[in-house]
């Protein structure tokens, strides 16, 4: 498969690893739908690309942290697009204090989690439509620390955390995002659409946003040439288009000599992966059913 000609719906392009591999995706020819909190700002991500290549590219804006705006964001994409060849769900968020959506819901699993199931859930029947549709779910090696990690209390845990406890947060968040690909693998074993999630490394662009210092490390990082985001750019964008990848599904790729690994626990246990998908469900048709 490559990106020539192909659909391609990328979330979080508006900076960072998103930013790095939509430009490397319109340089391929791609057609590209950003899904993006700020349509501003994905306006001028478009705007940017079409200063190097003719970019066909459209904006659907959407909080990512309602899953009843993923939902209606997706819908309004399959309105308009009967085929999809790619959802890359790059979009994520480490935040450093406890923060609930309006939703009453953790934030980092509302937008690390949430929002790519519910997108990937809406999409499916277009990416179906397509002769090999692929979904690509940025995970991190961060949920090998996650703490203590009980379904179905991790979707909902609004107990309070401070910055040193925000890593294992982050890390259920992922971990999250990695049984969820396994998950959706097996259940797509049969149909033309392969599911693969993958860990883009370390990475400086948006390291700690919500740390005062961020900046400043970033820039030492940069000027040390540590943590060069177009690597983990780089492989999100094989796993979306590149033909080594060709049929291959329920695969975490890291960035790291592009080795697939195997993931933390219970990532890897089916029935934890089932039980992880009906508590998700259960939570969402709750949401769908609570008044505005």
Same mark, same amino acid.
């Given at each position: 498969?490559?990106?020539?000609?192909?659909?391609?719906?990328?979330?979080?392009?508006?900076?960072?690893?998103?930013?790095?591999?939509?430009?490397?995706?319109?340089? &391929?020819?791609?057609?590209?739908?950003?899904?993006?909190?700020?349509?501003?700002?994905?306006?001028?991500?478009?705007?940017?690309?079409?200063?190097?290549?003719?970019?066909?590219?459209?904006?659907?804006?959407?909080?990512?942290?309602?899953?009843?705006?993923?939902?209606?964001?997706? &819908?309004?994409?399959?309105?308009?697009?009967?085929?999809?060849?790619? %959802?890359?769900?790059?979009?994520?968020?480490?935040?450093?204090?406890?923060?609930?959506?309006?939703?009453?819901?953790?934030?980092?699993?509302?937008?690390?989690?949430?929002? $790519?199931?519910?997108?990937?859930?809406?999409?499916?029947?277009?990416?179906?439509?397509?002769?090999?549709?692929?979904? /690509?779910? /940025?995970?991190?090696?961060?949920?090998?620390?996650?703490?203590?990690?009980?379904?179905?209390?991790?979707?909902?845990?609004?107990?309070?955390?401070?910055?040193?406890?925000?890593?294992?947060?982050?890390?259920?968040?992922?971990?999250?995002?990695?049984?969820?690909? %396994?998950?959706?693998?097996?259940?797509?074993?049969?149909?033309?659409?392969?599911?693969?999630? /993958?860990? $883009?490394?370390?990475?400086?662009?948006?390291?700690?946003?919500?740390?005062?210092?961020?900046?400043? %490390?970033?820039?030492?990082?940069?000027?040390?040439?540590?943590?060069?985001?177009?690597?983990?750019?780089?492989?999100? /964008?094989?796993?979306?288009?590149?033909?080594?990848?060709?049929?291959?599904?329920?695969?975490?790729?890291?960035?790291? =000599?592009?080795?697939?690994?195997?993931?933390?626990?219970?990532?890897?246990?089916?029935?934890?992966?089932? &039980?992880?998908?009906?508590?998700?469900?259960?939570?969402?048709?709750?949401? =769908?059913?609570?008044?505005?």
């Amino acid at each position: 498969m490559t990106a020539t000609a192909s659909t391609i719906v990328v979330t979080g392009a508006t900076s960072g690893l998103g930013a790095l591999a939509a430009a490397s995706l319109a340089a &391929e020819g791609a057609r590209l739908i950003l899904v993006a909190r700020s349509a501003q700002r994905a306006e001028q991500t478009i705007s940017s690309l079409r200063e190097s290549v003719p970019v066909e590219a459209e904006v659907v804006p959407a909080d990512l942290a309602r899953p009843g705006d993923v939902r209606r964001a997706g &819908e309004e994409i399959r309105s308009r697009h009967d085929r999809i060849d790619v %959802l890359i769900n790059n979009a994520g968020l480490h935040a450093f204090e406890t923060r609930l959506t309006v939703d009453g819901l953790p934030e980092m699993v509302a937008v690390n989690y949430l929002a $790519p199931f519910v997108l990937t859930r809406e999409l499916l029947p277009s990416l179906l439509r397509s002769p090999a549709g692929r979904v /690509v779910n /940025v995970a991190s090696e961060a949920s090998r620390r996650h703490g203590d990690f009980r379904i179905p209390e991790v979707l909902t845990d609004t107990s309070p955390f401070t910055a040193r406890g925000s890593s294992e947060r982050y890390g259920q968040s992922k971990l999250l995002d990695i049984m969820f690909t %396994l998950a959706l693998a097996r259940r797509l074993a049969d149909t033309t659409v392969t599911a693969n999630c /993958v860990d $883009p490394g370390f990475n400086v662009t948006g390291l700690g946003r919500e740390l005062p210092f961020a900046a400043g %490390l970033e820039r030492v990082l940069r000027t040390l040439r540590i943590g060069d985001p177009a690597r983990g750019a780089g492989l999100i /964008v094989d796993l979306a288009t590149a033909a080594r990848y060709d049929g291959r599904t329920g695969l975490y790729v890291t960035e790291k =000599s592009r080795r697939e690994l195997t993931p933390a626990d219970p990532a890897t246990d089916t029935s934890t992966q089932d &039980e992880l998908w009906e508590s998700t469900e259960h939570l969402l048709a709750g949401l =769908s059913e609570s008044p505005a």
